[in-house]
């Protein structure tokens, strides 16, 4: 297991860390209880809230930087388009770029849609320093929802284009909308596109290069 990658053992459950994926949202530290706390070591102790807590705890990190090992899908497959930052992804998930021991974004996971990040197809908070601005609105609306909502999803990486979901999928509006419901969809991650979230092949235009 890489370095970048802490391991915190309980007596019910032991929870994981990946620096590589951690984009420092909060919620594990802003948690009301004794599982995570700063500058205390360790910083995690799964001991001190019971099993379901903890886990409860570990599943609200979006970016899948924390992990358990009993975690299992959610019933929906999700992307929030969040304001001025990630597409928030929760689901049964396959992400092609996911490093083996990365347990977390099985389930969860924060994707750049920016084009800045140096961890693609992963967030590395880039869009902060670089300008990225967009509210998160989408425009387009569902013609055929999905007559079922989970099941595994597929998230390819079209080479220096967007990413490409296969499997039923409702995405959500930062608003908090239920914007549109499919089975495939193609979302923009260079961030030039004029019809964000989904791709209007505005990468073709800028240059954008990711892989």
Avoid at 5 to 28: A, M, Q, S
Avoid at 61 to 66: I, N, R, V
Avoid at 130 to 150: L, M, S
Avoid at 173 to 180: E, K
Wanted: glycine content about 12%; proline content about 5%.
């Amino acid at each position: 297991m890489t370095d970048d990658v802490r391991h915190y053992e309980g007596t019910e459950v032991d929870v994981t860390w990946d620096k590589r994926l951690c984009i420092h949202v909060g919620e594990c530290g802003r948690a009301d209880n004794a599982l995570f706390e700063g500058g205390r070591k360790p910083w995690c102790s799964p001991d001190l809230v019971d099993a379901a807590t903890a886990q409860d705890v570990v599943e609200r990190c979006p970016s899948g930087s924390l992990a358990h090992e009993a975690e299992v899908a959610l019933d929906v497959n999700t992307v929030v388009v969040s304001n001025n930052g990630p597409l928030y992804v929760r689901g049964e998930l396959n992400i092609d770029g996911a490093a083996d021991d990365m347990p977390g974004v099985k389930f969860r996971a924060a994707l750049c849609r920016c084009g800045l990040s140096n961890n693609k197809p992963f967030c590395d908070n880039s869009h902060e320093t670089g300008g990225f601005r967009d509210r998160g609105a989408v425009g387009r609306t569902t013609t055929e929802p999905p007559e079922a909502h989970g099941g595994p999803l597929t998230i390819g990486r079209a080479k220096n284009g967007p990413l490409l979901l296969k499997g039923n999928v409702r995405i959500i509006a930062a608003s908090g909308r239920v914007a549109w419901e499919g089975t495939k969809c193609a979302l923009c991650r260079c961030g030039q596109s004029k019809n964000k979230p989904f791709c209007d092949a505005s990468h073709r235009a800028c240059g954008f290069e990711a892989e």
